[in-house]
Structure formats: structure tokens, C-alpha cells
């Protein structure tokens, strides 16, 4: 049985000292996949920054840039993220040159350094971060494979009417 994957509020995530792990196994509402996402996820929050990590994987299906054919492709990540909690910070006193600090543990990064942040006052959204981990891991140009015929520009038999989507191709051909 999966977890809700629902939105929590950063500030009950402050609360628990060992944070909250999530179990996925269900479909995204924001990616299409053939397969549900499976996985797990665990936020804690570390003063300043809230720590992110997890893994999932699930099969989509993609169209080939080359053939125009459908394919399913797998995605799967497994990473681990610092999500900046600037307000949090400053309202500490903290500058963004200081370093952070998780609990005890002084975490060897500038703030500055960090790419994402959060409000600290909003929510963090589980299924959300999980659809952007997954999305980040799309490929960039959608190949079937590496023996893909590629379009087809002259039909396959006689009189056979080729592939509208390539019509203005035919004129390139000799």
C-alpha cells in the first residue's frame, strides 16, 4: 500500500527529528506512465535547508524523433537534494556565505550553492518533487533503438501512401 503523497507543511516536517518517508507505488497525476512509480522518498529538515532523497522508477511510453514510432522507455533516479529554506536562515541571522548547519552535522556547502529553496512557511509536495526527479531523467532526443529505420518517405509498396507527417520530405528525394 502506497503513502499519500499528498503536500505536508515544512514546519511539521521541523517537528519530526527523523523526518517522513514515503512509499510510492502509484501513478503521478502529472507524468503518463505505463507502469505506477515505485519507490521511496524521505524529507528531513535541518534548520535551514530541507533534505530530500529517495528513489523510483516506472516505464513510459515516448515517440521516436527519427521513425515517428511509439516506444516504452524506463525511467528511474535515485538522488539525494538540499532544498534552501532562505527565510528560515535569515530569520536565524544567517547570511548566505555562512555555512549550513543540519542539527549537530555542519553540512560543507555555501547557500549559494544551492539551485532550489522552498518557503519555509509552504509545503513540501512529494509527488511533485518524485514527477521533476523522473522528468529530469527524459531523454533529450527519443530514439527506439539503435536499429531504428527511420522514416519512412517512400511507402512500403507500390501505391502505398507514406506518412502524412512526412509528405514534404518525398520532395528532398530523388
Known amino acids: ?69 511509439h516506444f516504452n522507455h524506463p525511467l528511474a533516479f535515485r538522488t539525494k537534494e538540499l532544498l534552501w529554506l532562505g527565510d528560515a536562515a535569515r ?4 547570511s548566505e556565505d555562512d555555512v549550513l548547519e543540519a542539527g549537530a552535522q555542519v553540512l560543507d556547502i555555501e547557500a549559494d550553492a544551492l539551485t532550489e529553496s522552498l518557503d519555509p512557511r509552504g509545503d513540501f509536495d512529494p509527488a511533485h518533487w518524485t514527477f521533476e526527479q523522473l522528468s529530469l531523467q527524459l ?3 527519443n530514439r527506439c533503438g539503435p536499429e531504428c529505420p527511420g522514416p519512412n518517405l517512400r511507402g512500403s509498396g507500390p501505391g502505398e501512401a507514406i506518412d502524412p507527417r512526412w509528405a514534404a520530405l518525398k520532395n528532398l528525394t530523388p
Do not use: F, K
Open 1 to 69: 500500500m502506497a503513502d499519500d503523497l499528498r503536500p505536508v507543511p515544512i514546519q511539521e516536517l521541523r517537528a519530526l527529528a527523523e523526518g517522513r518517508r514515503w512509499t510510492i507505488d502509484q501513478h503521478l497525476g502529472e507524468l503518463e506512465s505505463l507502469t505506477p512509480v515505485r519507490g521511496e522518498l524521505q524529507a528531513i529538515h535541518r534548520g535551514n535547508v530541507l533534505e530530500v532523497s529517495g528513489h523510483a522508477e516506472t516505464i513510459v511510453t515516448l515517440c521516436c524523433d527519427r521513425c515517428l514510432q
Open 91 to 94: 530569520d536565524a541571522g544567517l
Open 139 to 141: 531523454p533529450v532526443v
